[in-house]
């Protein structure tokens, strides 16, 4: 039997095409890594500063919560939590020291009386210097 060669002039040759799709692949997971680091990241640094001691804070509470009931022990929790104030400006250090000085006549004594109104009022003048 013989063969027929027909020529076929409607079929074309193989084409290359272009393929993208590894490129594309490289790049989803380039971005991906880059978010998810971002992501560990941001999780880390908010558990990290989330239970975060602040010693101005915690100072500026306790003072809050002084009574004046005990005015010897009152003394002795001003000078020690007002001192994490008292390098804030010019102000806080006069305030504080004239605070102290108000405050040695209710300390190294066995009994004290309670604290004058000046002493409370300039304890009020402080408070209000604070901002945490």
């Known amino acids: 039997m013989p063969t027929v060669e027909i020529q076929l002039h409607d079929i ?13 692949f490289i ?12 992501l560990v990241y941001l999780a880390i640094k908010w558990f990290k500063n989330r239970n975060k001691f602040n010693l101005r ?15 010897k022990r009152a003394a002795y929790d001003i000078t020690l939590y007002g001192l994490t104030f008292r390098d804030d400006s010019e102000r806080h250090r006069k ?20 604290f004058s109104d000046e ?7 402080y408070l209000g210097l604070i901002d945490v």
């Open 119 to 125: 002493v409370k009022h300039l304890f009020d003048i």
């Open 95 to 114: 305030a504080y020291e004239l605070l102290v000085e108000e405050l040695e006549a209710y300390k190294y004594k066995k009994d004290v009386k309670s």
């Open 27 to 38: 790049a989803l997971v380039v971005v991906g890594t880059i978010l998810l680091i971002s």
């Open 12 to 24: 074309k040759p193989l084409m290359e095409i272009q393929e993208y799709s590894l490129y594309y």
């Open 57 to 71: 804070a915690e100072h500026s509470r306790l003072l809050k919560e002084i009574s004046f009931q005990d005015a």
